[in-house]
């Protein structure tokens, strides 16, 4: 017990599965109906899962062993809670095996509720090892498993991706946030997207459903080169400049209280820049994507000190507010006129 790991408490709640499949797969089947099969269903989506997530998480914490072997305390006692949780249920299997009859439909339900703690819980021990590689505060792991999505939507714009390739890496990215989370109804009017990894939570005010597609992008069809009227143009000298800023960060939500359009921060780009909550919070901090990098001097005769800006931004709401006040989308004309006007009919006001 004194010497429990990550990896040991995983390998105990694995076995323990595995005995609850064994007595399924060794019970007398003739009498079974839909619950016992789909009780079996469940156990074995549990074991593929967990199973999954391992194999998953650990690459990304540069070596299996830091996560297999971590014993932070709190994901300790975590898994420790969680491998009663499954013994309880196992033996409760058991039981059944001994005495015969149906199984309790309820199990079926408990068995997906414990597969979902279990998820949780083995995001949150990633998390921790995440966090203690790290000297100072920076994106959850559950926002940089989405920002390596959005960095290859970006590139791809930028090497001429066709709209139809830019709609599936959309989808892509949303898909990926599901993987790390979740939305939820937060109150009357506003959505919530709850981090598995880090329990931050990000807030859509107002909102009758989160937007899936960045402003401009909601109208693309069949697979199509990018042309001269393309929605999601190709890279560009100007596009090379701003990077980001021409609208990307942008999408079109519908409010609740009056279903009319709004414009809100696009889910992929806030989920994939939020960091932990403070210690006893709940709210998701957040970082501005496009001025993670920037670094700009303190005074213009003074080049030796450098200022960085703190880039840190206590909810959705605060961190739109810079970006359209810094990462504005340009307004750019649809056309650029041919010629320059002479000289000689210029006009000074």
């Not at 100007?238 to 609208?247: F, I, R, S, W």
């Not at 901090?285 to 005074?299: F, S, Y």
């Amino acid at each position: 017990m004194g010497f429990d790991s990550v990896g040991s408490l995983l390998a105990d709640i694995a076995n323990l599965i595995v005995e609850g499949l064994r007595i399924l797969g060794l019970a007398d089947k003739r009498h079974w109906g839909q619950d016992e099969y789909e009780l079996q269903r469940a156990m074995e989506r549990v074991l593929n899962d967990a199973k999954k997530d391992f194999q998953e998480l650990s690459p990304m914490l540069k070596s299996q062993s830091h996560y297999e072997h971590d014993r932070t305390f709190a994901s300790i006692e975590e898994l420790r809670k969680m491998s009663g949780k499954f013994y309880m249920h196992i033996q409760n299997i058991r039981e059944w095996s001994r005495s015969g009859g149906p199984v309790d439909a309820v199990w079926v339900r408990d068995t997906k509720s414990l597969q979902r703690e279990l998820h949780r819980a083995q995001c949150r021990a990633a998390q921790r090892v995440f966090n203690s590689a790290k000297e100072t505060s920076q994106r959850c792991l559950g926002a940089f498993i989405v920002h390596r999505k959005q960095r290859a939507w970006v590139a791809a714009r930028r090497a001429g991706a066709s709209d139809y390739d830019c709609q599936r890496r959309q989808i892509d990215e949303v898909n990926e946030c599901h993987t790390i989370g979740g939305f939820e109804r937060f109150g009357d009017l506003d959505m919530a997207f709850i981090c598995d990894f880090c329990d931050g939570h990000l807030i859509w005010d107002d909102v009758e459903r989160v937007p899936t597609t960045r402003s401009g992008a909601e109208s693309l069809g069949e697979p199509a080169s990018a042309g001269p009227g393309s929605l999601l143009p190709t890279s560009t000298p100007l596009q090379e400049t701003y990077g980001a800023t021409l609208g990307e960060w942008q999408a079109t939500g519908i409010t609740r209280s009056g279903q009319q359009a709004k414009q809100v921060i696009y889910p992929p780009v806030a989920i994939a820049s939020h960091i932990s909550p403070m210690q006893g919070d709940w709210l998701a901090r957040l970082m501005c994507p496009l001025c993670e990098d920037a670094k700009e001097p303190q005074d213009i005769d003074d080049e030796e000190e450098i200022w960085q800006s703190e880039n840190r931004f206590d909810d959705l709401a605060a961190l739109q507010e810079h970006l359209e006040w810094e990462h504005a989308p340009l307004a750019l004309p649809t056309t650029l006129p041919v010629t320059l006007p002479s000289k000689d009919k210029c006009v000074v006001m």
